[in-house]
C-alpha cells in the first residue's frame, strides 16, 4: 500500500514564484495562499504539517509585520507545524528574529531549490518523528518514575535506587535538601511496591503543632480530650495495607519519636484514650531535609529510631548537582504552565537560559517551577527574557562566563590566604603559590587594600 504524498502549504503573494515551487515539489500534495487568510484557511483544510512562507506578504508586501503575524497565527491554530521561511538576501536580522517567534528554519531568497528541498523534507521528517513519538507517549501506561526529570548521572543512580528498593517492603529514608523532590521520590516507591493498588498518606512532621501531630498520627477515642466528639483514626491506620510517608520526620518532637519507634518495632498502635492495641501493615518510608547525624549528636534525634527508619538511605542530589537537568526541567515547567494559564509563551531566549544555568537554586527544583511559572506568567512575547526570571533581583550571582568565574575564585582564594595569613604578605604568596610581585598585581587587580607587611 503506497504512502499518500506529504503536504506542502506555500504562502507566497508572488505568482511567478508560486509556479516554480509548485513545479519544484511536484513529488509533494502542494497547496498555495497569496495571503494570511488563505493560508490560515487551507492550515484548517488541508493540515499540513510543514509551511514555506514568505515574510513579505500583503497588505505589508514591502514589510515583515504580515510576515511574523502570519507565523504568530499558524503557531496558535497548530503548534507542531513545521515553518521554513523565505527571507530577502542579507535580511538575516529577521530570519533569525523569525526563530525566535517559532519558526522551524529559514532560507534565503534567491532561492536555492535542491538546498530548499533538503530543508522541506528534513522538516517533514522531523515533524513525522515528533508526531510518533507523541502517540507512543499518550499509547504508554504511566510510568513509576512518571514525574521524574533528568538525565544527569546523579538522578539516574537515584532513580535506579528506587527501582530497586521499590518493589521489597524495606523501610526507605529520602535524604535531599527541600524542594529536591522527596514526596515525589516517595510516591515512586508506592507505586513501584505490591502496595501500589493500596493507599499512598502522607503527613508532613514539620507542619503540625507538636500538641496535635500525635493525634493526626495516632488518631484518638471519643471523650479522649476536650473536642474528641467522635473516634478518629490517625494517618499510620488509614495507611494500612499501603505507604506511609513521614515528611520531615527529622523535626518530629523526641517524646513522639519514642512512641513512633515503638510502632515501628512492634507494628501496633493505640489510638488516644484507647487501651485496644492494633495490628497496621504498613510500609513506612521518611524523609527530610535535616542532618540527622548532627540531631543525634545534639540529643535531638533517637538513633536507635534513625536505625529503623533507615533500612536504605537513599540520598537526592541537589539541583545544582545534576549536570544538564536545569535546563530540561525549566522547558517542562514553561510548557505545563503555558498550558495551564492559557499563555502563548513558547520558550525561554539563550540568555534567559544562560541565566537560569547559573543561577545556585538554593530552593532546588521546587524554586525552578515557581519562578518559570511567574515567568510564564508576566511574559510579554512567545520567548521569555531574564527580565521576566527576577533572579538578579533576589540577590543571586549572574556569572555567565568562565573569565567571571576565575575572577570570583581567584579573589576569594586571596582573601582566605590574606585571612589565614594575618596580612603577612610573603605567607600569602606563599599560600597561593606566587611571587610577591604577582601577590601585588593580584591585588591591585581585585581592588584590595594592600596590608601592612609585617615579615
Not at 514589510?63 to 542579507?90: Q, R, W, Y
Request: aromatic residues 4%; negative net charge; charged residues 25%.
Amino acid at each position: 500500500m503506497s504512502t499518500p504524498p506529504r503536504t506542502l502549504l506555500i504562502v507566497e503573494d508572488d505568482t511567478g514564484l508560486q509556479s516554480q515551487l509548485r513545479w519544484s515539489f511536484d513529488d509533494y500534495t502542494v497547496v498555495v495562499a497569496g495571503d494570511r487568510t488563505g493560508a490560515l484557511a487551507l492550515l484548517r483544510r488541508h493540515q499540513p504539517v510543514v509551511v514555506l512562507q514568505d515574510l513579505g506578504l500583503p497588505p505589508d508586501a514591502t514589510g515583515t509585520s504580515e510576515g511574523f503575524a502570519t507565523i504568530a497565527d499558524i503557531l496558535d491554530a497548530a503548534p507542531h507545524t513545521k515553518i521554513i521561511v523565505t527571507t530577502g538576501n542579507g535580511d538575516r536580522d529577521n530570519a533569525v528574529k523569525s526563530i525566535g517567534a517559532g519558526a522551524y528554519d529559514f532560507c534565503a531568497k534567491p532561492l536555492d531549490l535542491e538546498v530548499l528541498r533538503l530543508i522541506v523534507d528534513r522538516a517533514f521528517r522531523v515533524a513525522e518523528l515528533e508526531a510518533e513519538n507523541r502517540k507512543l507517549r499518550s499509547a504508554t501506561p504511566p510510568s513509576a518514575l512518571e514525574g521524574i526529570i533528568g538525565t544527569s548521572q546523579a538522578i539516574r543512580e537515584a532513580c535506579r535506587l528506587i527501582e530497586k528498593v521499590g518493589p521489597t517492603d524495606a523501610t526507605v529514608l529520602l535524604l535531599g535538601e527541600t524542594g529536591t523532590g522527596k514526596e515525589l521520590f516517595a510516591r515512586a516507591l508506592h507505586r513501584l511496591s505490591p502496595r501500589a493498588d493500596q493507599a499512598f498518606v502522607a503527613i508532613n512532621c514539620a507542619a503540625i503543632p507538636e500538641n496535635l501531630l500525635e493525634a493526626e498520627l495516632f488518631g484518638y477515642e471519643k471523650g479522649a480530650y476536650t473536642g474528641a466528639h467522635k473516634q478518629t483514626r490517625g494517618k499510620i491506620e488509614l495507611a494500612s495495607g499501603g505507604t506511609l510517608l513521614l515528611d520531615e520526620i527529622g523535626d518530629m518532637p523526641l517524646a513522639l519519636q519514642a512512641k513512633l519507634l515503638r510502632f515501628l518495632q512492634e507494628r501496633v498502635i493505640e489510638r488516644i484514650g484507647g487501651r485496644e492495641t492494633i495490628a497496621v501493615d504498613v510500609r513506612v518510608i521518611g524523609a527530610t531535609h535535616q542532618d540527622l547525624a548532627a540531631l543525634i549528636a545534639d540529643g535531638r534525634f533517637r538513633q536507635d529510631l534513625y536505625y529503623r527508619i533507615s533500612e536504605v538511605p537513599i540520598r537526592l542530589p541537589p539541583l545544582r548537582d545534576r549536570e544538564g537537568d536545569v535546563a530540561l526541567l525549566a522547558r517542562h515547567f514553561l510548557d505545563a504552565a503555558a498550558r495551564r494559564h492559557g499563555r502563548p509563551v513558547r520558550g525561554f531566549s539563550a540568555k534567559a537560559l544562560k541565566l537560569i544555568e547559573a543561577h545556585p537554586w538554593h530552593g532546588n527544583v521546587r524554586e525552578l517551577e515557581n519562578v518559570v511559572n511567574s515567568a510564564v506568567i508576566m511574559a510579554e512575547g512567545k520567548l521569555i527574557g531574564p527580565e521576566a526570571l527576577h533572579l538578579a533581583a533576589a540577590g543571586d550571582e549572574d556569572i555567565l562566563s568562565l573569565r567571571d568565574v576565575r575572577n570570583a575564585a581567584e579573589l576569594r582564594a586571596i582573601q582566605r590566604a590574606l585571612t589565614r595569613a594575618g596580612g603577612n604578605l610573603s605567607k600569602v604568596a606563599e599560600l597561593l603559590g606566587v611571587s610577591r610581585p604577582t601577590l601585588y598585581d593580584l591585588l591591585d587587580k581585585h581592588g584590595l587594600r594592600k596590608p601592612t607587611d609585617t615579615e
